[in-house]
């Protein structure tokens, strides 16, 4: 028999099937194996790491909230659904407000920490991409470089003023000032 976690692995595997990374020749399940890790290291529960297993699974595949519910339970489906984007905002400025709305009265610093991990990783690999890409990668993201600036330093303040990872927290930090400039505080 699996453990929660393994299942949770197993799953979100499955789930992304054929699946790759924006960018990049890599499957989805790498993105969500890295968040993983990166929550691993902070020493959290077992239901924040099933939640970052499967941050994604609302958003880019077939499964719901309530398959996540009934395999790892309530606590899990709930922080997965916050983590999710609302779709039926086409726009790719307008989702991006809703959700650091969301983030931003989002009091679970479980959610917030898996957000900044999630972020974190998506700031890694953009700008390993902008390296090879240069500014051909805006094209590819939905917003223009000023929009995804906003974006990231919008979720750096709500991680900051939630008192998320500071680990975690130095390394985003880090990345939006290589990626962006400097950031205000």
Known sequence: M??????????????????KRKNENIDKSFHSMIIYTMLRDENVTEDVLVAALLHDVINDTEYGYEEIEERFGTLVADM???????????????????????????????????MLADKLHNLLSHYNNFKIMGDKIWKNTGGSKDENRWFYRELYSIAKNRNAYPKLLDRYKTMIKIYFGDIDE
Do not use: C, P
């Open 2 to 19: 699996y453990t929660k976690i393994e299942e949770a692995i197993h799953f979100m595997v499955k789930a992304n099937k054929g699946q």
């Open 80 to 114: 997965v659904s916050d983590l999710s984007e609302d779709l039926s905002i086409t726009k790719w400025l307008e989702r991006k407000k809703d959700y650091v709305k969301r983030m931003r009265t989002n009091y679970d610093v479980n959610v917030i920490n898996i």
